[in-house]
């Protein structure tokens, strides 16, 4: 009992932070545009880099996302510090958090200033298509992250170690080759560097693909439990789901990028903006990419859902151990403080997994279909 009532408690708080950066975010960008910050911001950035576009965008950027670190910063150290030691959900250190915390920020600024910099260089090449090469060239990067993700961005915050149970190593292979995905290594990941919760997960395209189980799974679940959550993996796997989800994000990306060449078309000089390739704009095309992606949320997430219903699925005909399968997401629940039961709102606007009680009565559900087995 007392593990639900600190998983309500937990997941209402986080809840609460979900709705007040969903807010935020564009309410920010909206305080930007109306106050004047757009156009003062590029006269900072022109007195500073003088001629030459990309040097003007980038000052810009730096501006801008010193302007939103501002607000970002106390947010992010209550949620993913503050919070998770108050629910002892953490292992780091303040100096530890604040170390990946900067790594992070600087990974994602210098990613998204690459990514605005290309942005600007095709609204200059291309003013009337400019939203089809940008669709192009945000297909090539989410596939190249993907294929990269794995080996050059997870090593920067966690190590990779092989498992070094054999008997566990050797039956994750034997599951792993019977459904057609031959693993030269087991990976595990000190994900207890840094939290208490378990997870597994798989990464990577073509050669970089693998499992990878974090060393709080392998220290606190059974070699049956691990070997169902290997299976769920597989079962992304087998149906290409990497490939499915790139494909439907893709779509959204579409709408987003179609969405903000008209939209720039339409209310860029109502906010003193020349053009889609003025860069006081930044934060009206961005506005526009959120609210597409706002509104197409509950499609992308409903999806996923889905193919996580699918992997469960696969991982009970695959073990048809679904006692086992049941267990492991209440032992999932219990380490990652997970809710049973969510607001089925929440569920339906915000979560990419289903919940913990509509993926245990799946097992439920098979082990009647299957006698009681």
């Keep these: 009992m007392e593990r639900h009532v600190k998983a309500r408690q937990y997941q209402r708080i986080r809840r609460r932070l979900t709705l007040i950066h969903l ?12 106050s004047g910050l757009h156009l003062l911001f590029k006269d900072w950035a022109m007195a500073i880099a003088g001629s030459g576009d990309w040097l003007v965008i980038a000052c810009y950027f730096t501006l801008f996302s010193l302007f939103f670190l501002v607000f970002d910063l106390p947010f992010s150290y209550y949620a993913g510090y503050r919070l998770e030691h108050q629910f002892a959900l953490s292992n780091q250190t303040l100096g530890a958090w604040a170390g990946d915390f900067t790594k992070k920020s600087l990974l994602s600024f210098a990613l998204s200033l690459a990514l605005v910099e290309l942005l600007y260089l095709l609204i200059r090449v291309a003013p ?8 192009g060239a945000y297909a090539f990067v989410s ?7 794995p080996v050059l961005i997870v090593p920067l915050f966690y190590k990779y170690g092989n498992v070094e149970d054999q008997a566990l190593a050797e039956r994750i292979k034997g599951l792993a080759s019977r459904y057609g995905m031959p693993l030269q290594n087991v990976y595990s990941l000190n994900l ?27 220290a606190n679940f059974s070699h049956d439990e691990i070997e169902t959550v290997v299976a769920h993996e ?10 499915r989800l790139l494909g439907f994000s893709l779509i959204i990306s579409a709408a987003a990028f179609y969405a903000g060449f008209h939209g720039m078309n339409l209310w860029a000089r109502s906010f003193g903006i020349q053009s889609a390739s003025d860069v006081a704009g930044l934060a009206l095309l961005l506005l526009i990419f959120y ?31 679904p006692d086992v ?7 999932l629940g219990t380490v990652n403080l997970a809710e049973e ?33």
């Design 291 to 321: 609210g597409v992606s706002f509104a197409l949320m509950p499609a992308q997430n409903a999806y996923s859902r889905r193919r996580e219903f699918a992997a469960d699925r696969f991982a009970l005909n695959a073990c048809r151990t």
């Design 143 to 149: 596939y190249f992250l993907g294929k990269i993700f």
């Design 192 to 218: 207890s560097k840094t939290t208490k919760k378990a997870n597994a997960a798989f990464m990577g395209i073509g050669k970089t693909r693998r499992v990878v189980l974090s060393d709080t799974l392998i």
């Design 23 to 34: 807010v935020l975010t564009p309410a920010l960008l909206v305080v930007f545009l109306l």
């Design 234 to 243: 597989l079962g992304h796997f087998r149906a290409r789901d990497i490939w």
């Design 128 to 135: 009337e298509t400019w939203w089809i090469w940008a669709w």
């Design 325 to 331: 399968f049941i267990s492991c997401m209440k032992k």
């Design 341 to 373: 039961n969510p607001p089925a709102w929440y569920e339906w606007m915000f979560y990419d997994h289903p919940s913990l009680a509509r993926r245990i009565r799946v097992g439920e559900q098979y082990k009647i279909k299957k006698g009681g087995t």
